[in-house]
């Protein structure tokens, strides 16, 4: 069957399921409940076969999705015991994150070991991208501890927190000092660190240890450079590959969690979704909009400017897609090129608005789900956690979620209400992609704004009328 065909397909046989689902839960037909569940199961055929032919892991990821949950409906027994294949998936996923935090940390800190040339503009740079993400991460706890989205019925956590799986992962910790908690964030043997997964102290390591490599004279240097630069390099591969299982790690969880809980935590999903498109649009209210105003930035040109660079990010979930189109958009407004040459690039990795709210939402919705009550200090040391992890990986697909299985796990946390987030994950990173494009666009602008370089009422030449200029200079030299 063609391609085009089997849309019209699939929707029909859905429409079809979702009908005789509702009359059936409604009692308005009297329905054998075999009917139904056939429906279903053929809509999910038909959509199986798209995928196939999309040949798109996202797609195929949401597909999973909603196998794994009519799975988890139809045949809860059978279902709850392929949970194996989601630890399967969690366990491929920690062997990720060591490696890659330490290669992308080194790298994007030794690296840049040339900020003391850029001067004034670098420090101003990382200072504006510390201070951004610090608002992003604030109006991300409030949005999640107002709507408090991750919250399950009682019931439904009271059968999760029996379970002989989830209930050993929420045990109450025993309680620590202030003196604890700080000395726990320093790693005593880098090795034990990895080993037991605290994501926090390997990221103090590869600082301590960039800062250093970068003292070193270039010759030491270089060869080191160039190891963690391949090792990032490998590591981001080695995700791709792994990634590539993510559909069978998401349907036996989402399969797991439905025959053990229901729905509920699906609901709980769309809640998530909800706080943050909500989340984001205030923070672009009311953080990104001030700074552009007090930076004196053309709000309309600027705007005209990044449409296209957001458009492409929001529809690629890539930032990297959007990079080139995005420097060309600032420069055509008036930033000079130097400007946009270091900031832009730097900003990828130290300046993610968006995946910055995003994990600070993510990471309260997992302890919410798990029925864990964080304080207010326990959120902000798991979140700046999270803030640290994620610099310099923000071009890896779903890597942020790589980095939010391996940080709940280091805070004793569940793994499964990350699954579920893994569903809409796809949803979820359209929004957070665009608003870091936006973001590093209005960095951008606005440290050429502090430097005293941005150019009012600059006009970017036409690249056609350069052509014929160009032709017609060759022209009058050949006669």
């Known amino acids: 069957m063609k391609f085009s065909r089997l849309v019209p397909l699939v929707l029909l046989l859905a429409l079809v399921a979702l009908v005789l689902t509702v009359l059936q839960a409604y009692n308005v037909v009297a329905l054998p409940a075999a009917v139904p569940t056939t429906a279903r199961w053929l809509a999910l055929a038909a959509l ?27 045949m809860p027994a059978v279902a709850q015991k392929l949970k194996v294949l989601s630890d399967i998936f969690l366990r491929l996923v920690k062997t990720i994150i060591a490696p890659l935090v330490f290669a992308t940390l080194v790298v994007g800190i030794a690296g840049h070991a040339n900020l003391k040339q850029v001067g004034k503009m670098g420090v101003k740079a990382l200072v504006y991208f510390e201070v951004v993400t610090t608002f992003a991460l604030f109006i991300g706890l409030a949005a999640i501890n107002l709507t408090k989205a991750g919250r399950l019925d009682p019931a439904v956590l009271a059968a999760a927190q029996a379970s002989d799986t989830i209930g050993e992962t929420i045990a109450a910790a025993p309680k620590q000092s202030a003196a604890d908690i700080i000395l726990h964030i320093f790693p005593e043997n880098i090795a034990k660190s990895i080993a037991e997964g605290q994501v926090l102290q390997v990221v ?7 800062i250093g490599l970068a003292m070193v004279h270039t ?9 963690t630069e391949s090792l990032g390099e490998v590591m981001f591969k080695f995700t791709n590959v792994v990634m590539f299982f993510a559909p069978i790690g998401v ?25 943050l498109y909500g989340a984001l649009i205030v923070f672009v209210l009311v953080v990104l909009l001030p700074i552009a105003l007090l930076a004196r930035i053309p709000i309309k040109r600027f705007v005209q400017a990044i449409a296209e660079p957001v458009s492409i990010a929001f529809a690629t979930t890539s930032s990297e897609a959007a990079l080139p189109r995005a420097m060309e958009a600032m420069e055509s407004i008036g930033v000079p090129r130097r400007i946009v040459a270091f900031v832009m690039p730097t900003g990828y990795s130290f300046n993610l608005d968006g995946t910055t709210l995003y994990l ?71 929004a957070r992609t665009a608003v870091n494009v936006i973001g590093n666009c209005l960095a951008t602008a606005v440290i050429a704004r502090w430097e005293g370089e941005f150019v009012d009422n600059y006009v970017a030449p036409d690249p056609v009328d350069d052509l014929a200029e160009a032709d017609s200079t060759l022209a009058q030299t050949a006669h």
Not at 204 to 210: H, S
């Open 48 to 74: 199986t076969a798209y995928a196939a032919q999309r040949r798109s892991l996202t797609f195929w990821i949401v597909v999973s999705m909603f196998v794994g949950a009519e799975l988890g409906n139809d």
């Open 360 to 430: 600070s939402l993510a990471a309260v919705f997992v302890a919410q789900a798990a029925g864990v009550d964080l304080s207010f200090g326990q959120q902000l040391v798991m979140v700046f956690t999270l803030m640290l992890t994620s610099k310099g990986v923000a071009g890896v697909p779903r890597a942020s979620l790589v980095i939010l299985l391996a940080t709940v796990a280091s805070f004793s946390l569940p793994s499964w209400p990350v699954f579920i987030i893994l569903g809409i994950d796809a949803l979820m990173d359209m």
């Open 219 to 227: 010759r030491h240097r270089r060869p080191m450079l160039e190891f």
């Open 251 to 275: 349907g036996g969880a989402m399969a797991y969690t439905v025959g053990k809980m229901g729905f509920e935590p699906l609901k709980n999903a769309l809640y998530l979704l909800l706080t």
């Open 204 to 210: 103090v390591f590869a600082i301590i240890f960039a």
